[in-house]
C-alpha cells in the first residue's frame, strides 16, 4: 500500500501540489540539489499552511513528505534531506516562541517558516564550506580524479584553482558518462574548471583501471552517506573506489551533512531505490514488459533531473574520509554525527 499523498481536491490545500513545486524549485536553479529543493517545497507549504496546531503541522509535512519520497524513483537523498529538516522544526517547536500566547499558533507557524528559511539557507551555503575544508586536500603536481558530475567536488576544484597563482599546478581527470543529465552537467562543470587554468582529460568509465595508476587522490559526491559511514553514489563510484584501493590512491567523499541519512545498506541489492540494472535475457526471447509504475500520474515526476541516474553503494573501508561543512571526518564517525541529530 502506497503512503497518503496529497492531492488537487484535498480541500486545505486545493492550490498546493508539493511535487510539483519541487520540481519547479529544483527546475528554477540547476545549482540546487535535491534535498534542497525538497526542503524548500516543506518551507513553501508551512507558508500556505492554514493548521493550528504542532501535532496537525508534524501530520502534514510527514504526509508531504511521505509523498515526494514515493513520487521520486532515487529518494536517497531527499530522504536524508526532509528527515534532518523534520528533526530541526521538531527541536524548533521544543523551545518557548517570543511573543506567541497560548492560542496563537499563527506567530508559532511564521516562526517555523522564518528557521525553515534560514535552515535552506545554511544548506546552501554548505556547498562552499566543504570546498573549504576539502581544498588542502588538493596538492601543487598532484592529478584528481572525479566522476559523477558532482557540484560540491566542481565547486572544489575551481577554488583550488582560484585560490592559486597558476592554476595549472594541478590536473583533473574526469570520467564521464556517455549520455544523459548527468553527462549534460559533467560538461558544464570541466568547461567552467577548464575556465579557471585548469587542465582536465576526459576519460570513459572503461578506462578508470587503465589511468588508476597517474592518479594521487580521488574525489567523488554522494547521494547520500549511509549510517555505517559508506556512500551511496552514481553507478560506477564503487569500483572506481576498488580499483584506488587496489593501487594504495585515498578516496574522499565530498558531502554536505543533510545528505547523512539513515539507511544502512548490507550490499548493493539492498538500497531503498528503484532501479533495474541486471536485466536477464536469453536469445530469441522476448524482453519482458516493464511494470507499470503504481504512483500516482499527479505526484510522478517527469524531469531527469528528478529521476536522476543509476546508483551503486560504496562501502567505509574503501574510503578515506568524508568532508563535510563542518570538517574532515572518518567513516566510522558517521553514525556517531548522526546520533548527534536524532538522539
Not at 242 to 254: E, F, I, S
Not at 265 to 271: A, R, T, W
Amino acid at each position: 500500500m502506497g503512503p497518503v499523498t496529497f492531492t488537487l481536491e484535498d480541500e486545505d490545500f486545493a492550490d498546493f501540489n508539493i511535487v510539483q513545486t519541487y520540481n519547479r524549485i529544483l527546475a528554477s536553479d540547476q545549482a540546487l540539489t535535491m534535498p534542497i529543493a525538497a526542503i524548500d517545497s516543506l518551507v513553501e507549504l508551512l507558508s500556505v499552511s492554514t493548521t493550528s496546531t504542532i501535532s496537525e503541522t508534524l501530520e502534514v509535512l510527514q504526509t508531504a513528505t511521505a509523498t515526494l519520497k514515493y513520487a521520486i524513483p532515487n529518494s536517497i537523498s531527499l530522504s536524508a534531506g526532509t528527515d534532518l529538516f523534520t528533526r530541526f522544526l521538531v527541536a524548533t517547536l521544543q523551545r518557548p516562541v517570543s511573543g506567541a500566547g497560548a492560542a496563537d499558533f499563527d506567530t508559532v507557524r511564521e516562526h517555523l517558516v522564518r528557521n525553515g528559511r534560514l535552515f535552506v539557507e545554511r544548506a546552501k551555503a554548505a556547498r562552499g564550506d566543504v570546498a573549504m575544508w576539502g581544498g588542502g586536500l588538493v596538492r601543487d603536481g598532484q592529478t584528481v580524479l572525479t566522476n559523477g558530475a558532482s557540484r560540491v567536488v566542481a565547486a572544489l576544484l575551481k577554488k583550488v584553482a582560484m585560490q592559486r597563482w597558476d592554476a595549472s599546478r594541478y590536473q583533473v581527470i574526469y570520467v564521464l558518462a556517455d549520455e544523459g543529465e548527468e553527462a549534460d552537467r559533467g560538461q558544464e562543470h570541466i568547461r567552467s574548471i577548464r575556465a579557471e587554468g585548469v587542465p582536465v582529460a576526459v576519460v570513459p568509465e572503461a578506462a578508470v583501471a587503465h589511468v588508476m595508476s597517474t592518479v594521487d587522490i580521488v574525489l567523488v559526491g554522494a547521494e547520500g552517506v549511509v549510517e555505517n559511514g559508506g556512500v551511496v553514489s552514481r553507478l560506477g563510484t564503487y569500483q572506481m573506489a576498488l580499483v584506488a584501493r587496489a593501487l594504495n590512491k585515498p578516496v574522499y567523499v565530498l558531502a554536505e551533512s543533510h545528505k547523512f541519512v539513515r539507511v544502512f545498506p548490507l550490499g548493493q541489492f539492498d538500497l531503498p531505490v528503484e532501479q533495474h540494472v541486471l536485466a536477464y535475457k536469453a536469445d530469441n526471447e522476448p524482453e519482458l514488459p516493464k511494470p507499470k509504475s503504481t504512483r500516482d500520474s499527479q505526484t510522478i515526476v517527469a524531469t531527469q533531473r528528478g529521476a536522476r541516474g543509476q546508483v551503486d553503494y560504496t562501502p567505509p573501508e574503501l574510503i578515506q574520509g568524508i568532508v563535510t561543512e563542518s570538517g574532515i571526518i572518518m567513516p566510522s564517525a558517521v553514525s556517531e554525527e548522526l546520533m548527534k541529530i536524532w538522539l
